[in-house]
C-alpha cells in the first residue's frame, strides 16, 4: 500500500484560488500601466542566480536567507536587485542608457513565516540604471522615482477590486540618506566594516534608538550619543526649514562640510518633490490620495533599509493597515562594480511589496471582487441562430449552457459565488436578450437589452 504523501504547500508558500489568482493579476496590470506610463519598460531575469552572484551585494543577515540549490553552487533570488546589476552588465551593449525597467517576479527568502511574510513572494521593482551623473541630475532621478512609487501604489490602493477589502488609500513615506551614517562611522573612527553592519541592524530593528540599542556593540558614550542623536532626527520633509533640524547633530560633528552638502541637497529633492505633489492636485479621489502622500513624506534618521549596497538616498513607506514596509529603495551608486570594477554604473530603484497587502487582503477575497464569468443561456437549437448570437456578442471564454430548462441552468450555477448569465429566450426577438446577475443559484438582477450592446453592458466594471 503507498504511503499518502503529504499534499499541502510547504511553510511559507501558498496555493492561489482563482478568485485571488485574478485581484492579484488586475493589481499587476495596474502596477505595469503606472510603470510603463512614466517610460519604463519591462525586463525578466531568472529566479536562479550563481551563489556569489547573490552573496556579492548582500548583509550577513539577508545571506542566511538564501534558498541554497544542492550541489549547484547556486540558490533562490531573494530580490531583483542584484539579478538586476548582472544583467545591466551582461546586456549593457543593448540597452541604452539612462535605462529605465522594471520587473515583476517572485522572490524567496529562507525566514521564518509570520503574517503578512511568506518564502515566496512577488516584488515589484523599477530602476534607473545610468553612468555616473552630476549630483543635481542624481536628485531628479530620486524624486522621480519616489513619485513614481507613491503614484503606482496610490493607484493600487484605489482600485474598485479593493474597496471593501483595504481602508487605506494613501502611503507614508521616510526618507533619509544613509551616506550621513557612513560619514559619522569615519568621523567617529568606526572603521570595521562588520561593526558597521551591527550598528546599522540594531537601529533598524529599534522603535527608538537610545543607547540600550548599542548594548552588544563595543562603543564608547560620544558615539552613542553621536547616533543616538542623528537616528532620532525625524520631521515632515515637505515644507520644513531642513538645516534646522540638523543644527544639534552638525555642532556636535563641527560642523562637517560632507553632511552639511548632503542637507543642502535634501533641500534641493524637497523642491522637486513639491513640484511633483503640485502636479498630481486634483479634486478625484487618486489626486486627493497621492496628495495625501506626498504631505505624509518626512525624514527620518532611523531609517537604514536591510539592504548593504544602499550608498545615498533610502525611503521607505507603510500603510496604516500594516505595520511592514509595503514600499521601500534608495539609490546605489556602487552596484555593478562588485560584480565587474570596469563597470561603473549607477542607479536608484525601488520595490513595492505587493504581496504583504495581497496577504493582508487575500482571505478577504470574495465574488465581489472579481469579475463575474458569462454564462451564456440559449433556448434556441438552431446552428445559424446561435452563430449569430456569439458572433455578435464577441465573446470568448463564455460558459455556453444549452437547455429550454432554466432551473436546470440555475442548478448548475449554484456554487458560483457570483455570475452573470446572459440569456437568450424564445420570448424575446432573435435581437435582444435578457441580462441577468445570479447570486448563490438566485437571480438578484434581471433586464432586457440589445444582444448589441450586451458586451459594452458587461465589460462596464472591469
Not at 563597470?343 to 504581496?355: N, Q, R
Request: glycine letters at 4%.
Amino acid at each position: 500500500m503507498i504511503d499518502k504523501i503529504m499534499t499541502v504547500p510547504l511553510s511559507g508558500f501558498k496555493d492561489r484560488l482563482p478568485n485571488e489568482a485574478i485581484v492579484l493579476d488586475r493589481i499587476f496590470s495596474n502596477i505595469k500601466k503606472s510603470f510603463m506610463r512614466f517610460g519604463f519598460a519591462p525586463i525578466e531575469t531568472p529566479m536562479i542566480e550563481r551563489k556569489a552572484i547573490l552573496c556579492s551585494n548582500t548583509n550577513t543577515d539577508v545571506k542566511k536567507q538564501i534558498f541554497n540549490i544542492e550541489d549547484k553552487d547556486a540558490g533562490l533570488r531573494f530580490d531583483q536587485t542584484i539579478p538586476l546589476a548582472r544583467y545591466i552588465i551582461n546586456n549593457k551593449n543593448e540597452i541604452p542608457l539612462p535605462g529605465l525597467l522594471f520587473q515583476i517576479g517572485k522572490v524567496f527568502r529562507g525566514e521564518r513565516p509570520q503574517s503578512g511574510r511568506l518564502r515566496e513572494f512577488y516584488q515589484c521593482d523599477y530602476d534607473i540604471i545610468s553612468t555616473s551623473t552630476p549630483i543635481d541630475e542624481q536628485l531628479k532621478q530620486d524624486a522621480y522615482t519616489i513619485n513614481l512609487g507613491i503614484v503606482a501604489f496610490v493607484n493600487v490602493l484605489n482600485l474598485k477590486q479593493l474597496d471593501k477589502l483595504i481602508q487605506d488609500r494613501d502611503i507614508a513615506l521616510d526618507v533619509n540618506n544613509i551616506a550621513i551614517y557612513f560619514l559619522i562611522f569615519d568621523i567617529l573612527n568606526i572603521k570595521d566594516n562588520d561593526t558597521r553592519e551591527k550598528i546599522l541592524i540594531a537601529i533598524d530593528k529599534t522603535d527608538y534608538v537610545s543607547k540600550d540599542t548599542f548594548t552588544d556593540i563595543n562603543l564608547d558614550e560620544n558615539s552613542i550619543m553621536i547616533l543616538e542623536k542623528f537616528s532620532n532626527i525625524k520631521f515632515d520633509f515637505l515644507g520644513s526649514d531642513i538645516k534646522t533640524h540638523f543644527e544639534p547633530l552638525l555642532k556636535l560633528l563641527g560642523d562637517n562640510k560632507e553632511i552639511i552638502t548632503i542637507i543642502d541637497n535634501f533641500t534641493k529633492l524637497q523642491k522637486i518633490l513639491s513640484t511633483y505633489r503640485d502636479i498630481n492636485l486634483g479634486d478625484d479621489k487618486i489626486s486627493r490620495s497621492i496628495k495625501s502622500s506626498f504631505d505624509k513624506i518626512k525624514f527620518s534618521g532611523k531609517l537604514v533599509r536591510g539592504q548593504s549596497y544602499y550608498s545615498g538616498i533610502v525611503f521607505e513607506g507603510k500603510i496604516d493597515s500594516l505595520k511592514s514596509s509595503v514600499l521601500g529603495g534608495g539609490r546605489y551608486n556602487k552596484l555593478t562594480e562588485n560584480l565587474d570594477p570596469k563597470t561603473k554604473l549607477e542607479g536608484v530603484g525601488a520595490s513595492l511589496g505587493i504581496s504583504r497587502v495581497f496577504e493582508y487582503i487575500s482571505n478577504k477575497i470574495t465574488g465581489e471582487q472579481v469579475s463575474s464569468p458569462i454564462l451564456l443561456f440559449c433556448e434556441y437549437e438552431d446552428n445559424d441562430i446561435l452563430l449569430k448570437i456569439q458572433k455578435d456578442l464577441k465573446m470568448c471564454n463564455t460558459k455556453i449552457f444549452f437547455s429550454t430548462d432554466f432551473n436546470k441552468m440555475l442548478k448548475y450555477i449554484k456554487n458560483e459565488v457570483s455570475i452573470n448569465v446572459v440569456i437568450i429566450s424564445k420570448k424575446c426577438s432573435t435581437d435582444e436578450c435578457q441580462f441577468a446577475t445570479v447570486s448563490n443559484g438566485k437571480i438578484v438582477e434581471r433586464e432586457t437589452l440589445p444582444i448589441k450592446d450586451i458586451e459594452k453592458y458587461i465589460m462596464r466594471d472591469t
